[in-house]
């Protein structure tokens, strides 16, 4: 459960309430925005929640809202320090939002939080969506309410996935043509290129992102290290494609589709991409943005 701890020490808004409307425990200072009266969160709860993260400045860091809005998921615990995030649960129930201005030296000194952080704190906005109270729950029974409520976060995000693409689409100023599999695409630069045939080897490079813009994976080293997600062991280099009859991905047959030279953007639906299962990264009935150029061979 740690690594939902330590992410969630960097969820921060910028906070512009007065300071009388303010309560202060420890390094933590908080206001709550709605307050539904509910029974409060106590240890060991189970809490779903969404949220918006900003430096004291008004940077955007993360949030959970967008074109694919999921709450993410947490027990309370015992707070690290006083004054903590988990300080700041127990004050909530389900339906309650709250704004929160924590330190960010404490954040750093018990979360490893990023030592330089634009200001002086870390800034938090919070939404409680659900509870599921411990209580004297069994382990086995408090599990299978957890897996229930996840069930059904799942069914939303596949009733909802179409609704998402069309309201990207919307959005963009890009004009999307769709294939019979139901892969979205379009062209962003045209080549005259020899098209790939059955059986040839085609190289790609690609940009792999969510509907959010937050990129996934990539074979470009300078992307990869700006977007946060350099791994040492991967090889960046051009992607080897071999053009099939039946692709088995939305990323196959985009690049089948198109002459050498051409670049492209493509929406793959979840079915052609990580299903209902996701890929640790990637949410369940998930909708992925690819960009994709196809190169000649090396």
């Given at each position: 459960?740690?690594?939902?701890?330590?992410?969630?020490?960097?969820l921060t808004l910028y906070l512009s309430c007065s300071d009388h409307d303010r309560s202060s425990l420890g390094d933590l200072q908080y206001t709550i925005v709605i307050d539904k009266n509910g029974k409060n969160i106590e240890y060991y709860d189970f809490v779903s929640l969404s949220y918006e993260t900003r430096t004291e400045t008004g940077q955007l860091l993360n949030s959970s809202y967008g074109y694919d809005p999921?709450?993410?998921?947490?027990?309370?615990?015992?707070?690290?320090?006083?004054?903590?995030l988990h300080t700041a649960l127990g004050f909530l129930s389900a339906g309650d939002s709250a704004q929160l201005k924590i330190n960010a030296d404490s954040l750093h000194k018990y979360y490893g939080f990023p030592e330089y952080v634009?200001?002086?704190?870390?800034?938090?906005n919070i939404k409680v969506h659900e509870v599921i109270t411990r209580g004297n729950l069994s382990d086995s029974l408090l599990n299978a309410k957890i897996e229930e409520f996840k069930l059904r976060q799942?069914?939303?995000?596949?009733?909802?996935?179409?609704?998402?693409i069309k309201n990207f689409i919307a959005s963009n100023n890009l004009n999307f043509d769709s294939t019979d599999s139901g892969l979205y695409y379009t062209i962003t630069k045209k080549s005259v290129g020899k098209k790939p045939k059955i059986g040839d080897e085609i190289y790609?490079?690609?940009?792999?992102c969510d509907l959010n813009g937050k990129v996934i994976q990539?074979?470009?080293?300078?992307v990869a290290i700006s977007s946060g997600i350099y791994t040492g062991g991967f090889k960046y280099e051009p992607h080897k494609e071999t053009?099939?009859?039946?692709?088995?991905?939305g990323f196959s047959e985009g690049a089948s589709m198109f002459p050498i030279g051409t670049k492209a953007r493509l929406i793959i639906p979840s079915k052609l991409?990580?299903?209902?299962?996701?890929?640790?990264?990637v949410h369940p009935y998930a909708p992925i943005i690819c960009d994709l150029e196809i190169l000649e061979k090396n």
């Open positions: 459960m740690k690594r939902y701890f330590t992410f969630l020490a960097i999921r709450p993410i998921q947490l027990y309370r615990v015992h707070p690290y320090f006083k004054g903590d634009e200001g002086s704190h870390i800034i938090y799942t069914n939303r995000a596949k009733e909802k996935e179409h609704l998402k790609i490079n690609y940009i792999i990539t074979n470009l080293k300078d053009i099939t009859e039946n692709p088995a991905s991409a990580y299903g209902d299962q996701g890929n640790g990264i």
